[in-house]
């Protein structure tokens, strides 16, 4: 039997395709720029983020992450477990638990024997977030096609983290006359018990109004096998708030040639193409 191919429709109104903000998705947006703002773990926070590796020393100067006022720290990690080693003591680091030192917050996450740190310090002041104008036109239903090629794949996350991505399968949308095939990875969430449907795109705005690595948009279940793709939710990823995040490579097959005017603008400094990372497998 041959494959069957489902395009995904719009989610229009019969009068207009540009309409006023839906009350949810402004709320959703007032909540994330106060979260960036005053979150102990926002973006906006971040000092340093590293492979533990082998181990990491935290405080003094000659430290491989100084932090002031804070006294000679060494985590460590042993197949899954991470150990934090200080004047006080030894202690456990679950990962995606926060952790305080001095003035300091600590997150660890990543696979394990691949764990990663985190530091955070006091929200740097930053402009509210910028968003594109609503458009009902770009906001999807439809099936989920089975993948390809089924497997996993290690990418980083929207916070720059690796994690081992299952392939989720791919979603047909049209933009501006043409059939788009996007990728999606199903990606654990921190700490790894639950798991979200992204698709990581690119598009004819990079650069010239949203960032240049790309964005992240979250596929949610509407039941009965369909999903919604609403590009007014797509994010940037959290290496256009901080330089301590290492920017997610683009994933192969999902750039648009046509420009998706919706979602999370940027307004910051210009990213050069040679920063930004090439296309994952």
Do not use: K
Request: charged share 20%; proline share 11%; glycine share 12%.
């Amino acid at each position: 039997m041959g494959r069957v191919v489902v395009l995904w429709i719009a989610l229009l109104s019969a009068s207009r395709v540009v309409a006023q903000l839906p009350p949810q998705l402004a709320r959703e947006r007032a909540d994330y720029a106060a979260w960036l703002a005053t979150s102990p773990v926002s973006p906006l926070a971040a000092i340093a983020q590293q492979p533990i590796g082998d181990g990491i020393e935290l405080g003094p100067s000659d430290a491989d992450i100084p932090l002031g006022g804070v006294p000679r720290h060494r985590l460590t990690q042993r197949g899954g477990a991470v150990t934090l080693d200080g004047p006080t003591g030894r202690r456990a680091v679950p990962r995606g638990v926060r952790v305080r030192v001095g003035a300091y917050t600590l997150v660890v996450d990543g696979p394990a024997g691949r764990a990663v740190l985190t530091v955070f310090g006091s929200p740097r002041p930053h402009a509210h977030p910028e968003f594109y104008r609503y458009q009902q036109s770009l906001a999807f239903s439809g099936p989920l096609a089975p993948p390809q090629r089924p497997g996993r794949v290690r990418v980083l996350g929207l916070d720059g983290i690796e994690v081992e991505a299952a392939e989720a399968g791919s979603v047909l949308v049209p933009i501006q006359g043409d059939r788009v095939r996007l990728r999606v990875l199903r990606l654990p969430t921190t700490g790894g018990e639950e798991s979200e449907l992204e698709i990581f795109f690119r598009d004819a705005t990079n650069a010239h109004g949203s960032y240049p690595a790309g964005r992240f948009v979250t596929i949610v279940p509407l039941g009965g096998g369909n999903y919604r793709l609403d590009f007014n939710r797509a994010r940037n990823p959290f290496c256009a708030y901080s330089t301590a995040y290492p920017c997610p490579a683009p994933w192969r097959g999902n750039t648009i040639a046509a420009p998706v005017p919706a979602g999370e603008r940027y307004t910051g400094g210009t990213v050069p193409a040679s920063a930004v990372p090439a296309e994952v497998p």
